[in-house]
Each structure stands twice: as C-alpha cells, then as structure tokens.
C-alpha cells in the first residue's frame, strides 16, 4: 500500500513530522495499527538496520530514524490502547544493563498495554537491583526483559539468576534480537517471544499458567 510504502522511507529518512502525519493518515484511510506498524514503521526500521550492519549509515541516522519511529508511534498507540480493556495483569518491562536499545522493547509495551495488561516500563540500562526493587514495589504477575547485543545477553542471565531468589516469583519472559528460546532455556527464563504480537500471547499463557 502507497501510504504505508510512504510511512517505510519516511522512517528511513528519519523525518518525524511526516511519519506523523502519514500515520494519521494511514488510520483515517483504514489502515490498521499492526499494518502501520509492521508494514510502514518496522520495514522502515529494518532498511535501516543491514545499511547500519555494512556502515553505510551510522549511530546518528539511526537514531534520527529511530526518533521518527517514535513519532509514529506515538500516533498508533492511541489507537491500540483502548480505554475500556478490561486490566489483566501487571508486567514490569526493561532493558538489562550495558544495553540502551528500545525501540522494540517500546513496541512491545504498547502491545501489552493495548491488549490490557498494566505495564510498568522501566527504561534501558538497568542493573538487576532495578528490577528487584520494580519486583517489590508492584508485585508484577511476569517480569520482561530485553537485550539486543549479544554482550548483554549475560546480564539477562544475572538479571534471571537475581529475581530467582526473590520470594515473589513472577514469571520472566525475554526478547530481543539475539536472544532465543534455546538461550531462554539455558538461562532459565519462563518464556521467549520473538515479537512484539508473540509477546501478548505468551504472556496471556503465562498468566493463564499461574
Ligand atoms: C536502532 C539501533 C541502535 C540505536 C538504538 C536506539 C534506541 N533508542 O533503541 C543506537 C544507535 C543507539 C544503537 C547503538 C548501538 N548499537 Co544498535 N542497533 C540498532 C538497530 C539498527 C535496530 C534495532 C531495532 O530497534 N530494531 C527494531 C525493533 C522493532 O526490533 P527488536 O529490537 O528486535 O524488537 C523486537 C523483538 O526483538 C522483540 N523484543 C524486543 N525486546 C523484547 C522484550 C521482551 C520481553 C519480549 C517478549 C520481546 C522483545 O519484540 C520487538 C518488537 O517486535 C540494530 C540492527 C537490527 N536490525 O536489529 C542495531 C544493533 C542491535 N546494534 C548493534 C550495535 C553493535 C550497537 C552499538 C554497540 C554500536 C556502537 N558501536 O556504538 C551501540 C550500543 C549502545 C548500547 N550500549 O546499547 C548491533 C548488535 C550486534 C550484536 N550482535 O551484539 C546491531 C545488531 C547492528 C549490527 N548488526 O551490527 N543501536
């Protein structure tokens, strides 16, 4: 579809006001917020990330790109998070430490929230004491964690490791590009979602599970 072709390059060209307005438009031509978001907001992220990988583009036009992904975003969220869902649950949600990646972990909040969990976003760069602390002050039914380097993928490690010797035990699910659910396993995390949609099925399962 032209528009969302439209919502992919602006993104690319890391132009927020356009890919603001064109997500506008794209909801008042009927587009539904997951097409915006993986066929206009996410494709445009994914051109951006092989040119990032052979250093055709560097860390500042990713991250204009990514602050126009934001934009988009932004617009979409009003239509995913309906006022009137019912709460299921609560997820604390955030990026172990080392890593500043969250454009995806973003993604996924507003999936969770628009499917009616109440999510505690907690940022990036988090040490597991953050997570202990979250853990404690909201009582979370499942903890989210994110990593997109493979450096990091450690901390999620000692991020699990820490929250298994709290006396709450909420479930703990994990994601991120390099993480999988053979690594899930080792590490012993409850659950793996590849994406942001996957995310609110595993977490409508886990919490069905409890
Ligand atoms: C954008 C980006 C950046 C931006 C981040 C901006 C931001 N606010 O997030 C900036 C420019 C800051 C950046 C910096 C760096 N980056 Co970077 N970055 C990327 C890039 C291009 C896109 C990532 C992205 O947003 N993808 C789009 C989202 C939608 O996808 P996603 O994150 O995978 O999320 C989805 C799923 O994984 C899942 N998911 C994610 N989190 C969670 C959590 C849970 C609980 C669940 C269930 C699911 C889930 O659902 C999401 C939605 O569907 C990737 C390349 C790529 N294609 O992945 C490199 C990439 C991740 N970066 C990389 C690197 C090396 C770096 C730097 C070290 C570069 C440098 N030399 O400085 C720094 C590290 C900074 C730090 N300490 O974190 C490498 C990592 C290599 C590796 N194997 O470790 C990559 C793969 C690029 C590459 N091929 O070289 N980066």
Known sequence: MEILDGIRD???AGDALETKELCQRAIEEGCSASQILEEGLIAGMNVIGPRFKNN????PEVL???RAM???MDVIKTLIVSSDVKEKGTIVIGTVKGDLHDIGKNL????LEGSG??????????AAEKFVEAVEQYQPQIVGLSALLTTTMGQMKNTVDTLRTLKLKP????GGAPVSQEFCDQI???AYAADAASAVEIANALIASD
């Open 64 to 66: 204009i790109a990514a």
């Open 108 to 111: 996924v909040v507003i999936m």
């Open 117 to 126: 969990y109440k999510v505690i976003d907690l940022g990036v760069d988090l």
């Open 10 to 12: 602006a993104v690319v």
């Open 171 to 174: 479930k703990i699910m994990v």
């Open 56 to 59: 055709e583009v560097f860390v």
């Open 188 to 190: 012993g995390a409850d």
């Open 70 to 72: 934001h934009s988009g």
